[in-house]
């Protein structure tokens, strides 16, 4: 028995929350992929490979920034001969028809291996071999390709629809806050949902819901929205006192 794979697994979470979406979608073809791979000069990871052929022409509602992912922009792109070739770690997934600079890529690890895992960001062209300067310049965008797609129907399904909400920030970068944060959940009966990820975290209840996110380099951002005023009041108190958060 085959097993979903998890882009086909977060289409199914977002037509959970909204029947038309996976109708909405559009796949690109497997020519059109070999075209994006050839420009690209390597083959695609295997995960966005994934993406494309349940979303390569289309991704509905479902969007960061002004970033468009459809396979034509991105191969346009690639194939301009003129244009910046990135490190081999960051493969090129999105185009920002907006900025010359930033565009979205996946960002693999030092080996340039890309996982499941890999996130998702914004670099700008740097035309030197500078890592430091590269380094500076990343923009985080999604900690996933399943968080990008699964994160704004999760705010949409779990957060926008509670009467009371709070929003939380710690200003500065704390490397061990998020595991923190997993075990503070545990009072209030929240499950960790699926698509969370190294630097973001989505939790779930029945009257309670938790987004907490910190990208690299960035302090934490926590979201809570709740049904009941006072078990939202409990859960803001307990991370202010616990991690020193403050209300925005």
């Not at 700008?124 to 300067?133: T, V, Y």
């Not at 699926?194 to 309670?208: A, M, N, T, V």
Request: with cysteine; charged share 25%; aromatic share 10%.
């Amino acid at each position: 028995m085959s097993h979903p794979s998890p882009i086909d697994r977060a289409i199914e979470y977002v037509t959970k929350v909204d029947a038309d979406f996976e109708h909405n979608i559009a796949p690109a073809e497997e020519a059109e992929i070999q075209r994006l791979e050839m420009a690209a000069g390597r083959p695609c990871p295997q995960i966005y490979r994934e993406f494309l052929l349940r979303m390569g022409h289309g991704t509905d509602w479902i969007g960061v920034f002004q970033l468009s992912f459809d396979i034509g922009d991105v191969t346009s792109m690639l194939e301009d001969a003129e244009k910046w070739r990135p490190p081999e770690r960051f493969f090129q997934l999105a185009v920002d028809p907006d900025d010359p600079y930033y565009h979205g890529y996946l960002q693999g690890d030092a080996g340039g291996r890309f996982t499941e895992s890999s996130p998702v960001v914004a670099i700008p062209p740097l035309w030197s071999d500078d890592s430091k300067r590269l380094e500076t310049a990343i923009r985080p965008v999604s900690g996933s390709l399943m968080e990008l797609i699964c994160s704004p129907a999760y705010t949409a399904k779990s957060i926008a629809r509670r009467p009371f909400q709070e929003r939380l920030i710690a200003e500065q970068h704390h490397p061990n806050i998020l595991s923190r944060v997993d075990q503070l959940v545990d009072s209030f009966g929240l499950e960790r949902q699926w698509f969370s990820s190294e630097q973001s975290r989505y939790y779930d209840s029945g009257d309670l819901s938790l987004s907490a996110v910190q990208p690299p380099k960035y302090g934490l951002a926590l979201h809570i929205a709740g049904d009941d005023n006072e078990r939202l009041a409990d859960a803001s108190a307990l991370f202010k006192r616990e991690l020193g958060l403050t209300t925005i």
